[in-house]
């Protein structure tokens, strides 16, 4: 089982929708949880993090944490085509231990129709 | 603004030289920094955590001897593609934690490396 799933995509969601991504981990002792955007061509950049179990809100994205079923989701208001981009999920498994790469999923391609 | 900062952007260098890659932390401390690659329509692949004064760990499948990490200061780590063959051609990208425990990782801008 890979540490990290998402679904691959491309969800496609008109213009002003919720888009919704989802991510579920494999390790039960995963403290912290990552939202990234990256755009083709470009490197990731944090949109959101999350550390907590239940819903964390920042402008036009929610996180939504459930530890008991390892899952993980970015909903995104009133989509936008600059939303259009790929969305990694990361997670960082052992962050008592100082510095640790976070784990990443494979992303999930979101596309915004106008 | 950016964090963490990577030079250059892109380089196009032939088969059997070897390329720099510079990654800096702007206005921290970075006693770790990741450096990942991805290529076309792939995911983030971690190659190696370089660790200021002591030597990189790399992943399995990544040669050590081909990827030299230097990480001399607390702010500056190189990555050095030795012997560069095209199917190294790839994003490069380094990363740190500005705060370690808990915290997010900061992003390079990441460099195009393209073999010829």
């Known amino acids: 089982q890979k540490e990290v799933e998402q679904n691959s995509g491309p969800l496609s969601v008109p213009e002003g929708a919720i888009a919704s991504l989802n991510c579920t981990y494999s390790?039960?002792?995963?403290?912290?949880f990552f939202w990234y955007r990256q755009y083709s061509g470009k490197s990731p950049e944090l949109i959101m993090f999350?550390?907590?179990?239940g819903d964390k809100e920042d402008g036009r994205f929610t996180a939504q944490l459930n530890k008991a079923s390892q899952y993980v989701s970015l909903l995104i208001r009133d989509s936008q085509p600059s939303d259009s981009a790929t969305y990694l999920c990361?997670?960082?498994?052992?962050?008592?231990?100082?510095?640790?790469?976070?784990?990443f999923g494979k992303g999930t391609r979101l596309s915004v129709i106008a | 603004g950016a964090v963490v900062s990577q030079h250059p952007s892109w380089v196009i260098c032939k088969s059997g030289t070897s390329v720099k890659i510079e990654c800096r932390s702007l206005?921290?401390?970075?006693?770790?920094m990741f450096w990942y690659r991805q290529f076309p329509k792939q995911s983030l692949m971690l190659m190696a955590t370089?660790?200021?004064?002591?030597?990189?760990?790399?992943e399995q499948g990544v040669e050590k001897d081909k990827f030299l990490i230097n990480h001399a200061s607390l702010t500056l780590s190189t990555l050095t593609v030795t012997s560069a063959h095209p199917e190294d051609s790839s994003f490069y990208i380094c990363?740190?934690?500005?705060?370690?425990?808990?915290?997010?990782?900061?992003f390079g801008n990441g460099t195009r490396l393209t073999v010829t």
């Open positions: 990363s740190a934690h500005r705060d370690p425990y808990n915290s997010p990782l900061h």
């Open positions: 390790d039960r002792g995963s403290q912290s």
């Open positions: 999350i550390y907590s179990n």
């Open positions: 990361a997670v960082n498994r052992d962050p008592n231990s100082g510095n640790t790469p976070l784990v």
């Open positions: 206005d921290f401390q970075a006693t770790t």
């Open positions: 370089s660790n200021e004064g002591s030597k990189a760990t790399y």
